[in-house]
């Protein structure tokens, strides 16, 4: 079974443009959750997704969002970038929603 | 904030047990305790989970003490290509609106030959 992939794997950006990453989750698994990783800030929760529906939030602007397909694939966009904004985003995927979850090897975005 | 404690550091040598320990005293009764690693630049890996009963699979064991306080992460027999980051987490099993994973900064395992 195929894991979970995420493109780009790497991305450069100047500040003030905009990003749009995509997550394929394992087949079957209908909850996708994303993350930031930073060295100052560590593994932090974006969102999550569960049947195209957005079921939780963390503390993030609003320049962050994401969306969900009916085929479970994710999406997530950042706005406006600032040079803060890289970082690894992670994406996870689960069967039905529960924290037993597996991740993808990450998009390593920079902004220049 | 993550809701444990675990050590920033951790050596263990090569074939032997690698115990890493997790404080969760504020664990509330339907909080699982989960464990994932992080090897360098890689995503995270899920280990394990439990509520109350030790737990085993074919990567570790999961030790909980009967006040749900603590646990303790065994690998049996650690190799180099265990060295990695092990994040020890409180979270309900769904996610969504009753709590997703909340990554604290881990315990840094090195396996040493």
């Known amino acids: 079974k195929a894991g979970v992939t995420q493109t780009p794997r790497y991305l450069i950006k100047t500040r003030g443009q905009q990003v749009t990453l995509s997550c394929s989750p394992i087949s079957g698994h209908r909850s996708v959750s994303w993350y930031q990783q930073t060295p100052g800030q560590g593994l932090q929760f974006l969102f999550e997704?569960?049947?195209?529906?957005?079921?939780n939030k963390g503390n993030f602007p609003g320049r962050f969002s994401g969306r969900q397909f009916s085929n479970s694939r994710s999406e997530m966009n950042v706005s406006t970038l600032e040079l803060g904004d890289s970082a690894l985003y992670l994406c996870?995927?689960?069967?039905?929603?529960?924290?037993?979850?597996?991740f993808g090897p990450g998009t390593r975005l920079t902004v220049l | 904030d993550a809701k444990t404690t675990q050590p920033p550091s951790m050596d263990c040598a090569e074939g032997r047990a690698a115990n890493l320990p997790c404080n969760h005293s504020t664990i509330s009764g339907n909080e699982y305790v989960y464990w994932y690693r992080q090897i360098h630049s890689q995503g995270p890996q899920y280990i394990i989970h439990g509520l109350k009963n030790n737990e085993t699979n074919e990567m570790a064991s999961l030790i909980i003490t009967e006040d749900r306080k603590s646990s303790t992460l065994i690998l049996p027999h650690a190799t180099l290509r265990d060295t990695a980051v092990y994040y020890c987490i409180v979270s309900f099993n769904y996610g969504g609106s009753q709590g997703n994973l909340i990554f604290g900064k881990g315990t840094k395992l090195s396996v040493k030959p």
């Open positions: 996870a995927s689960s069967l039905n929603g529960n924290n037993e979850q597996f």
């Open positions: 997704y569960f049947s195209e529906t957005q079921r």
